[in-house]
């Protein structure tokens, strides 16, 4: 039972352009959530975090949102860079107890 | 330079054959956790420790066990491995619970082949 959905296994976007990159969760009890960005033959690295106190955290060209009514959080990079080409996971967890993490969306920005 | 080293990096084996990746970080963390990673799955829990000594499962325990003997270390144990347990394998670390705690830092992977 995946309790953090990523529905979108790819992205393109064309470079200087917005990426939004969606997620989705089912357990209400979640209260911290975090977006990774995975190059290959890396480790995840954390990118951006988000507490169930706020709707919105910002970093530069990262911001993410989140939507509790609707379980929803996304992330959004702009403007997009071909270096942000990377496999993106967004993660939950419960007092950062059991962090559980969706199968990832992986993102193309094109030159 | 803080990190977390896995190894090996790569390994093939056969059914059965015992075999250890090790996990140690350098950043004092007591949060330490291992997951493996399948297409279309993500990235999924197998074990956790809140300290040295206090392990505990995630999703997909079986076939694995853990010890924490020591903080820094945290060695994932495939006893009798089977071809199901073919995966990517990442050791995490993080300070502890809460918000701004959480941030996990990953090791760069464990490929685990077994034939």
């Known amino acids: 039972d995946q309790q953090v959905k990523q529905n979108s296994p790819s992205l393109s976007v064309q470079e200087g352009r917005i990426s939004i990159l969606n997620c989705d969760y089912t357990?209400?009890?979640?209260?911290?959530f975090l977006w990774y960005k995975k190059y290959p033959a890396e480790g995840p690295t954390f990118l951006i975090s988000?507490?169930?106190?706020?709707d919105k955290n910002e970093d530069g060209r990262f911001t993410v949102f989140l939507n509790k009514s609707a379980k929803h959080l996304s992330l959004h990079i702009v403007p997009s860079q071909p270096g942000d080409s990377a496999v993106y996971f967004c993660?939950?967890?419960?007092?950062?107890?059991?962090?559980?993490f969706g199968a990832g969306t992986r993102l193309t920005v094109k030159p | 330079e803080a990190q977390v080293t896995q190894n090996p990096r790569y390994l093939i084996t056969v059914t059965g054959k015992k075999l250890t990746v090790t996990c140690s970080q350098n950043m004092n963390h007591e949060y330490m956790s291992w997951y493996r990673q399948d297409p279309g799955l993500g990235l999924r829990q197998i074990y956790y420790?809140?300290?040295?000594?206090?392990?505990d499962k995630g999703d997909v325990p079986e076939g694995y066990k853990v010890s924490r003997k020591e903080k820094r270390n945290f060695p994932l144990i495939l006893e009798s491995p089977s071809p199901n347990q073919t995966s990517l394998y990442f050791c995490?670390?993080?300070?502890?619970?809460?918000?701004?705690?959480?941030?996990?830092?990953f090791g760069e992977g464990s490929r685990l082949t077994v034939l």
């Open positions: 357990n209400s009890m979640f209260d911290y």
């Open positions: 420790s809140m300290n040295v000594e206090v392990t």
């Open positions: 995490a670390s993080s300070r502890g619970r809460g918000p701004d705690t959480g941030e996990l830092f």
């Open positions: 988000i507490s169930s106190i706020k």
């Open positions: 993660a939950a967890s419960v007092n950062n107890n059991d962090m559980r």
